[in-house]
């Protein structure tokens, strides 16, 4: 068989995305500007909620929004424990305290049966996330929080813009959406992200809170060509987008749905060849469109290193989605966390890697990533 070289990954921006960014250059305005505004008014339109801010990172905007819910030191927020590790990181930058709740071991995502018995006093807010593209059920979620105090839903949708859960897209149920819009994520500007969000008052309070904590944006201080004073009533961090790099999603939100299809032929084609094999692959809830966002397979605990590596050889680009979050040194030790505590969480982590998927990968260069699993690494698969 001829060798090839198939990426993990293949951005598809191009000269018409470097021309939309010469026009900014161009024009008086670099960071925060008309740019941002037109892309948080399309964001508003798509995901039909009144408010969105652009942030530059997933990561930073959620520091900003746990900032503008008053979490801090002696707050509890629960997380996932199968998910990257900003989300945990996050409450830990505020000075508040992950509590981890272990996945669901077919689907791979946080439920109510998980987070129960996880809900104190102390619970600010939970971090669920929608792994690989495919949504939590956000009301089961928020119908088994307590009714007596509030709980704020964060949804992590840094693998998803564009799936539905029962018919409904990221931001319905929840209190605040946040998105990533990193190199490889399914809308990109290199870095960045946004903010959603139906509280008037949670957005006021966000609006601050990318910004230092400063009362006027660059953009306001100036209106109406005078000079306007700010003020700091709260603390804040920097997470606010460039024009630079906002620039560069608009047209990608126009085409995100029809991309989707190509991603989800991609998909399917990994899902029929693989049906009969001993590959495991996330188990998919019915009534929901799911973003393709990456695909993950398990291959058993014993040899998943050795097969990242066969992979490797043969020219196929591989990640592993992740190692269970509690299982880093950082959190291991800070919180005296055994591996079996969050038993599923740490199997998965243990057993999967995930397969090249992006909307321009051939046909010939997904058939050999299968010809190659099935003959090679599929006799390997293990416990
Ligand atoms: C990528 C990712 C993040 C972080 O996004 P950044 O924009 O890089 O900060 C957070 N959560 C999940 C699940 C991610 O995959």
């Known amino acids: ?10 951005h598809s921006l191009n000269n018409l995305d470097a021309m939309k960014i010469a026009d900014v250059i161009s024009s008086p305005f670099l960071t925060s500007g008309p740019v941002c505004k037109e892309v948080e008014a399309q964001l508003c339109d798509y995901f039909a909620v009144k408010h969105a801010k652009l942030v530059n990172s997933w990561t930073n905007g959620a520091v900003a929004t746990l900032l503008a819910l008053d979490i801090g030191p002696g707050d509890e927020v629960i997380v996932p424990a199968m ?30 049966n998980q987070i129960k018995g996880s809900i104190t006093e102390k619970t600010k807010a939970i971090i669920p996330v929608h792994m690989y593209g ?8 928020k119908e088994c929080l307590p009714k007596d105090k509030k709980v704020f839903i964060i949804e992590d949708c840094a693998h998803t813009f564009e799936a539905k859960f029962n018919g409904n897209r990221p931001g319905t149920f929840s209190d ?18 946004a903010i959603i969000t139906n509280d008037a008052k949670i957005y006021e309070r966000i609006i601050q809170s990318v910004l230092h904590g400063m009362s006027a944006s660059a953009a ?22 460039p024009d630079l790099l906002a ?15 190509i991603r989800e032929e991609k998909a399917n084609f990994y899902k029929s060849k693989l049906k009969n094999s001993k590959f495991k692959i996330p188990k998919e809830q019915n009534n929901i469109i799911h ?56 199997q998965w982590g243990e057993e999967t890697l ?20 099935l003959d090679k690494i599929e006799p390997m698969v293990g416990d």
């Not at 068989?1 to 293949?10: A, H, L, N, Q, W």
């Not at 306001?220 to 987008?241: P, Q």
């Not at 995930?354 to 699993?373: D, G, H, T």
């Open 83 to 112: 998910t990257f590790i900003a989300t945990a990181n996050v409450v830990e930058l505020v000075g508040a305290t992950p509590i981890f709740v272990d996945c669901d071991p077919e689907t791979l995502l946080i439920t109510p």
């Open 247 to 261: 620039c560069l999603l608009s047209e990608q939100i126009k085409l995100v749905d029809k991309k989707l299809s």
């Open 220 to 241: 306001d201080r100036f209106k109406e060509g005078k000079y306007n004073h700010w003020g700091m009533e709260h603390l804040g961090t920097k997470a606010n987008l």
């Open 176 to 193: 605040v959406s946040i998105f990533s819009f990193y190199a490889t994520k399914n809308v990109t500007c290199g870095e960045g992200g």
């Open 354 to 373: 995930s397969l090249p998927l992006f909307p321009s990968m051939s046909q010939s260069e997904q058939e050999y990533v299968v010809k190659i699993l």
């Open 1 to 10: 068989m001829v060798k090839m070289k198939v990426p993990f990954y293949r």
């Open 291 to 346: 973003s393709r966002h990456l695909f993950p397979i398990g291959v058993g605990m014993k040899n998943r290193d050795q097969i990242l590596n066969i992979l490797s050889e043969n020219n196929i680009g591989v990640t592993v989605n992740y190692r269970s979050v509690p299982t880093m040194n950082y959190y291991k030790k800070k919180y005296n966390i055994k591996n079996e505590i969050f038993a599923n969480s740490y």
């Open 134 to 141: 495919q949504m939590c059920d956000i009301k089961a979620i």
